[in-house]
């Protein structure tokens, strides 16, 4: 197979913005079974997306939408499939994906990743991370995934579907969906019950 067949092959896999730019309750189950490709200098890194949370605009008291725009979150308001990413604790980046049309705040946690390719790489990177265990669960966890991935703030805005550092691939594999309540998140009135935590029913990458 010659470059461009390949090139195509991957074009047509990627998830396009049409598939981003629907709320984020439609878009956070349907990722779950998807591949994230993470390209580096070094190799590809790559792992199936296992668990997912729903970030659903201002009404939703646990989205950082909740108060309105601010510098830190402005990139939710934009169109769907830019990446959104902050830092939390002061040390672990959590990766999200901006969902539905633009001046609609919503978003998908990218939870939780099942490793496929380019494992020896993602070690090396929680080794120089420092903070994170660099055992078979690397990727389970929106911290460790971030170490694993090399992801950090250089990505905040970035194109998920034009990116050619970091992208997702549709995928054919039948799952079984578990819904569940988002972690960590008490205070956020009746906002805390909603079943909107996705996961693929019975994976052991499931994060805890």
Same mark, same amino acid.
């Given at each position: 197979m010659d470059d461009n067949s390949l090139k195509i092959k991957v074009e047509d896999l990627k998830l396009h913005k049409d598939f981003f730019q629907r709320s984020? *309750?439609?878009? $956070?189950?349907? *990722?779950?079974?998807?591949?994230?490709i993470?390209?580096?200098?070094? =190799?590809?890194?790559?792992?199936?997306?296992?668990?997912?949370? $729903?970030?659903?605009?201002?009404?939703? *008291?646990?989205?950082?939408?909740?108060? =309105?725009?601010?510098?830190r979150n402005k990139v939710?308001?934009?169109?769907?499939?830019?990446?959104?990413?902050?830092?939390?604790?002061?040390?672990?980046?959590?990766?999200?994906?901006?969902?539905a049309k633009e001046h609609v705040p919503e978003a998908v *946690?990218?939870? $939780?990743?099942?490793?496929?390719d380019g494992l020896e790489l993602a070690r090396e990177n929680l080794r120089k991370f420092g903070t994170v265990r660099a055992d078979q669960d690397f990727m389970k966890g929106p911290g460790k995934l971030c170490a694993a991935l090399a992801l950090d703030k250089e990505f905040y805005g970035e194109d998920i579907t034009s990116s050619k550092r970091i992208w997702i691939e549709d995928s054919s594999e039948k799952?079984?969906?578990?819904y569940s309540k988002r972690i960590g998140i008490d205070y956020a009135d009746i906002y805390r019950d909603k079943l909107w935590r996705f996961s693929i029913k019975g994976n052991k990458f499931v994060s805890q």
């Amino acid at each position: 197979m010659d470059d461009n067949s390949l090139k195509i092959k991957v074009e047509d896999l990627k998830l396009h913005k049409d598939f981003f730019q629907r709320s984020a *309750l439609q878009v $956070a189950p349907d *990722l779950l079974g998807k591949i994230l490709i993470r390209k580096t200098e070094k =190799g590809v890194i790559s792992g199936k997306i296992v668990e997912t949370e $729903a970030y659903v605009g201002e009404e939703d *008291l646990a989205c950082h939408a909740k108060n =309105g725009k601010t510098e830190r979150n402005k990139v939710m308001y934009d169109h769907g499939g830019l990446v959104y990413i902050y830092l939390i604790y002061g040390m672990y980046y959590n990766f999200n994906i901006v969902t539905a049309k633009e001046h609609v705040p919503e978003a998908v *946690l990218i939870r $939780a990743l099942e490793p496929m390719d380019g494992l020896e790489l993602a070690r090396e990177n929680l080794r120089k991370f420092g903070t994170v265990r660099a055992d078979q669960d690397f990727m389970k966890g929106p911290g460790k995934l971030c170490a694993a991935l090399a992801l950090d703030k250089e990505f905040y805005g970035e194109d998920i579907t034009s990116s050619k550092r970091i992208w997702i691939e549709d995928s054919s594999e039948k799952i079984e969906i578990q819904y569940s309540k988002r972690i960590g998140i008490d205070y956020a009135d009746i906002y805390r019950d909603k079943l909107w935590r996705f996961s693929i029913k019975g994976n052991k990458f499931v994060s805890q």
